[in-house]
């Protein structure tokens, strides 16, 4: 029997955990569920450079990707500073950390609810 399909937050987690693999700095899970319509969480990470961002949005891809995901819309890749994976359900932000600092996603969205990062390994 094939496994069943990851849920909304399994999704989310792996797109976090993966972008802590990868050495990203202040991962991030923000639950938007209650405070905005337009999607139900956005993940946000910083790499250290325009390089590290791009590599970041790639590699949260290509892991997605593995789980039968694919964005509706992605934004950024090219030139590393700020990128935006649309996975309709969650929104994956990448940013370069002087845009992260400017734009400052956290405070705007301060309602929601942070949602703690799973340890690697642990079940749903």
């Known amino acids: 029997m094939p496994s ?3 849920t909304i937050p ?3 987690q792996l797109a976090a955990q ?14 938007l569920r209650g405070v905005s319509d337009m999607t ?11 390089t590290h961002v791009r590599s970041l949005g ?6 997605l990707r593995a789980a039968g995901q694919r964005p509706t819309h992605v934004e950024g890749l090219t030139q590393g500073r700020w990128v935006l994976l649309d996975y309709v359900d969650f929104v994956v932000h990448l940013f ?4 992260r600092q400017f734009y400052q996603l956290e405070r705007l969205w301060g309602d929601a609810e942070v949602v703690p990062l799973r340890a690697q ?4």
């Open 96 to 99: 370069h950390p002087a845009l």
């Open 121 to 124: 390994g642990a079940g749903a």
């Open 40 to 50: 139900d969480y956005f993940v946000i990470a910083s790499g250290t450079s325009d």
């Open 58 to 63: 790639e590699r949260v891809q290509e892991a």
């Open 18 to 31: 993966t972008c802590v693999d990868l050495k990203a700095e202040d991962v991030v899970i923000l639950d």
């Open 4 to 6: 069943p399909a990851p």
């Open 10 to 12: 399994e999704l989310v």
